[in-house]
């Protein structure tokens, strides 16, 4: 299997966009109140607005779309099965939320499927799905570092700070160590390509687990012996390379994030009914 085949697209990509011209601290706050404001509707129409705008945003970063289209569909599929859980263990909590009865499909059981259900199960996993997408433009438009640097701005302590940084900077390196593991284990004779059945591929990739996380933990032993040679810790705060300065364009940015937050929660508070439902 070629490097090219294994999607990873959690990290930082510069491709000099109008989002990575703007300061950590506003995509940080961007970020917040996006999820905010979804935490405080179950209106379809707000979600669904919010998953637009937030695809929109995807795509003005110029990140290419076979970069993150594996972990779009990851997430709508897992979403799904969510779904089909929820659906399982509470069949008609749809019915409860908006006070009436419509089936669709007679079941066996209390499983059948009424109109309110099927509404109340899309309005929460489009919910869900909708703070993916800003999830995404954050990562890929704010450099670990420049993020550290604004969270400690925010009142972080650094050490916290720079414990997120690092984080973000090592995933693309777990990616890298699980690919060389896994050729490893193809040169051994371990089938993980789509030729075996499903559960022996989840069962070989599951013996690339262990090797993988001892090499991570080595690798953060490494890290953190390199860090303490070099006396980090040692005072109580500490500058930054990578801190821009917050510009008109963050300050209008902000400005119009306050705006919508409370605009949301205002409407949550006011708003008697907790889910729109239009039938």
Known sequence: MKDNKMKFGINYIDTQSPLHKLNGITK???FIAWVTVVLTTFDLRIIALLIIVGLALLK????????YKPLLIG????????????????????????????????LPG???????????????????????????VFVFT???????????RLGVPY???????LTLRYLPEVKKDFVNIMHAQQARGVELSKKAPLF????NVAKILGPLI?????????????????????????????????????????AGIAVIVAAAIAKRVLDAQLFWYPL
């Open 28 to 30: 940080f706050l961007m």
């Open 60 to 67: 003005m970063t110029k990140v290419p779309f076979h970069v």
């Open 75 to 106: 997430t709508g599929s897992v979403l799904l099965i969510n779904a089909l859980f929820m659906f399982a263990l509470a069949p008609q909590q749809g019915t409860e939320y908006m006070g009436s009865t419509t089936v669709l499909f007679s």
């Open 110 to 136: 209390n499983y059948s499927l009424t109109q309110e259900t099927l509404f109340y199960l899309v309005t929460v996993t489009l919910k869900y799905f909708s703070m993916f997408p800003i999830a995404l």
């Open 142 to 152: 704010t450099h670990p570092t420049e993020f550290a640097a604004s969270l400690n």
């Open 159 to 165: 050490k916290i700070a720079y414990a997120v940084s």
């Open 200 to 203: 022996t591929r989840m069962k």
């Open 214 to 254: 001892f090499s991570s933990l080595d690798r953060a032993d490494q890290i953190s012996n390199a860090m303490t040679l070099r006396g980090f810790g040692r005072h109580s705060s500490r500058t930054w390379y990578s801190l821009k300065p917050l510009t008109k364009a963050d300050m209008l940015c902000m």
